[in-house]
Structure formats: structure tokens, C-alpha cells
């Protein structure tokens, strides 16, 4: 059975205060890892897909990593709009199109 | 560009009441369809899942069901709801061939 876990479950960060959010999976055949971002009432926004290890992608201040067991969140001088609950994700090769997700991690960053 | 709609946004309904949502894509054909459900502080988990017209999936045994009556609309329903059906009810969708999955906006449900 597919398994993802996310560290911390809170985080409070200073603004500027640069810091990593860990996804941590259990999968027989990774087809593909994603990253969203979920604001409060609302429903997930799509930030990154991975799909190999050593893959990186960057957006803004956002920059995901993959390894075989765990993916990594770097945010690099967050502000207070960063806030937010990000949320991993695995596909197993083998369960194409469905996707199971971690309880996420809810970043507060102050100003 | 493709657009993915819910509603109603949010809804408030008594124990044993009918319930149905309403998921619509645009800008896409033949699309996986996806109903989700989430506890407030945790993460999604998947209900139903559909890859074509009549064609649906359950994940998980519960009081409610699903249907795709056309390509691009997909219906989350139940004949009677129990307070343990409170919660965000997310539509997803992702291209034939699987991969990234993209979000609506959800609904919040709240069953007294």
C-alpha cells in the first residue's frame, strides 16, 4: 500500500527565514510525485510534479526536490504570502491517474 | 485553457437528507474525474474515481455514490447523509493518460 508522510505538521517561519518541508513515500513504482499549495477553503493548486530522482523544480521562492524514498519543499526567503498548507502527493505506476496524499504541512510565515 | 467547476460552494443539510454535488470540466475531453474528501487538518482522501461515461470506481465503502451521466460532469450524491459526512469535497481532474491531477474549488458540506 501507497504511503506518504509530511514533516513537520506545523511550521512557523520570520519572514526571509529560509527552511524545508519534508515528503517522505512508500511506493512500489513511482510514476510521479506532485507538490500543491492549499489556502484555507479552497482546493489544492498544482506547484510541481517529480518523477525520477535528482529531478528539481524551481517556481519563485519554491524549489522541490525528489530522492528515492523522500522529496523535499525548500522555500528560500519566504514572505508572509507564502502562508499556506502544502500538500504531497505519489502515483503508483502500477494505480495510474490515482493519487495518494499526505496530511500536509502548514506554513505561517510572519512578518 | 481547461476550467474545472463545483457547486454549490458550500451546503448545510439535516441527518438523512439527499445530497447531491456537481462537478463540471472544461476545455478537455475524455477526462479521469476524481471526487475527494477532506477532514479539516488532513489530507484527501480519494471516494470515487471515473475514466470514462458510466464508469466509476469506489475507494472507499461509505454512505454515498457516484455518477458520470456525460463526459466532462461528474455527480457525487447520497440518499441519506449521516453526520460523519461533514467535510470538503474536492472534484479533481487529470488528462487520459493519468499524471498531475487539478483541483476545483470544493464544497463545504455540513451535516446537523
Known amino acids: 500500500e501507497d504511503q506518504v508522510t509530511q514533516s513537520p505538521e506545523a511550521l512557523r517561519l520570520q519572514e526571509g527565514e529560509s527552511s524545508s518541508l519534508n515528503c517522505s513515500y512508500t511506493?512500489?513504482?513511482?510514476?510521479?510525485l506532485f507538490w500543491y499549495r492549499q489556502d484555507p477553503g479552497k482546493g489544492p493548486e498544482f506547484l510541481f510534479t517529480l518523477y525520477s530522482a535528482g529531478e528539481e523544480k524551481e517556481k519563485e521562492r519554491l524549489k522541490a526536490t525528489l530522492t528515492k524514498k523522500e522529496s523535499f519543499l525548500h522555500i528560500t526567503a519566504p514572505k508572509p504570502e507564502d502562508s499556506a498548507t502544502y500538500l504531497c502527493?505519489?502515483?503508483?505506476?502500477?494505480?495510474?491517474?490515482?493519487?495518494?496524499f499526505g496530511d500536509g504541512t502548514t506554513l505561517t510565515v510572519k512578518p | 485553457s481547461q476550467t474545472i467547476h463545483q457547486w454549490p460552494a458550500t451546503l448545510v443539510q439535516p441527518v438523512g437528507s439527499p445530497l447531491s454535488l456537481e462537478c463540471t470540466v472544461e476545455?478537455?475531453?475524455?477526462?479521469?474525474l476524481y471526487w475527494y474528501r477532506q477532514a479539516a487538518g488532513r489530507g484527501l482522501q480519494l471516494l470515487f474515481y471515473s475514466v470514462g461515461i458510466g464508469q466509476i470506481s469506489s475507494e472507499v465503502p461509505q454512505n454515498l455514490s457516484a455518477s458520470r451521466p456525460q463526459d466532462r460532469q461528474f455527480i457525487l450524491s447520497s440518499k441519506k447523509l449521516l453526520l460523519s459526512d461533514s467535510g470538503f469535497y474536492l472534484c479533481?481532474?487529470?488528462?487520459?493518460?493519468?499524471?498531475?491531477?487539478?483541483f476545483g474549488p470544493g464544497t463545504r458540506l455540513t451535516v446537523l
Open positions: 479533481a481532474w487529470n488528462g487520459a493518460g493519468g499524471d498531475t491531477q487539478y
Open positions: 502527493a505519489v502515483q503508483d505506476a502500477a494505480n495510474a491517474g490515482k493519487s495518494t
Open positions: 511506493v512500489s513504482g513511482l510514476r510521479g
Open positions: 476545455g478537455t475531453s475524455n477526462p479521469n
